[in-house]
């Protein structure tokens, strides 16, 4: 069975700036793929190329075993990154007509989009006009129109930006459903966490170079956990002593809690009881690194800003951040 995906060596630039650079990438089939960096980084030029919105300057691609994404389009469901509706168009037509594109218009298409309305919390606006829904609404109907003939390759493009957490959690159970029925799943976020909740594998971009490709199990266990984090039993402790325990290098807040860095050579087992006996804790724990961390200890060393809290920021952005040059 042929890979759902394959890249070799892509590159693509866009006058004097490199959106991607000599990527590789393989999907086998069944994956669920996550392509993760922040906003600019070359998530949305990879997945354009990938479906033949965009040529690549160089390089080989193949999508479920063509050369051309066109030659799979009826196999290929799409949401992209800047949402579109047919505005004037009523929302079961518009899925009616989406799903009669990709030939997948059988004697039950009406019943399903009803269901699927259902399922998406938007039981009863299926002859109201795309124009009278909110944004998250709308939203919600062109994923429906991405997965309306059931396709055997799902690629999302920042799927989850300007949703609520209500429709993310909604959204990520779909993507879930998708991925068991037996499609390929590849989604770009920005979003890190999200990333982390949903997907198998990932793949991290930074200024259009690939900087990790691996299982997230695989991550977890190369990158050895060195911050615990502590919560105080009285919310009103002195925590200063925290700074001068033996071990800790760097203390944080961290919300109602501290995060705090291990010194290279510390131990964790003796910093926890160290800090226990310093201040009586509610919690003391070792914090596994998350994506965001991974990613900033990968790229801090070789940012030009060489700055933590812009590269926290902006892989937390909500959207507003810097967009990838545009042809």
Known sequence: MPDAIVLRGLTKTFGDTVAVRDFDLVVPQGALYGVIGPNGAGKTTTIRM????LLPDRGELSVLGHRSAMEAKDRIGYLPEERGLYKRMRV???LTYMARL???DGADLRTRIRSWLEKVDLGGVENKRCEELSKGMQQKVQFLAAIIHRPDLL????PFSGLDPVNQRLLRELVDDEHRRGATVLFSTHVMALAEQLCDHVVMIHRGDKVLDDEIGAIRARYDPRNLLFEPLDPAADVSALAQIEGVALVRRDGAAWDLTLAPAASPAP???RVAAAIAPARVELRRPSLEDVFLNIVSAVSASGDDA???AAVRDNGNGRREPRP
Do not use: N, P, Y
Not at 50 to 53: R, T
């Open 50 to 53: 990938i479906l033949s919105i």
């Open 92 to 94: 079961g037509q518009f």
């Open 102 to 104: 990709k030939h997948a």
């Open 155 to 158: 690629i999302l493009d920042e």
């Open 271 to 273: 910093v926890i009881q």
């Open 310 to 312: 812009t590269l926290r």
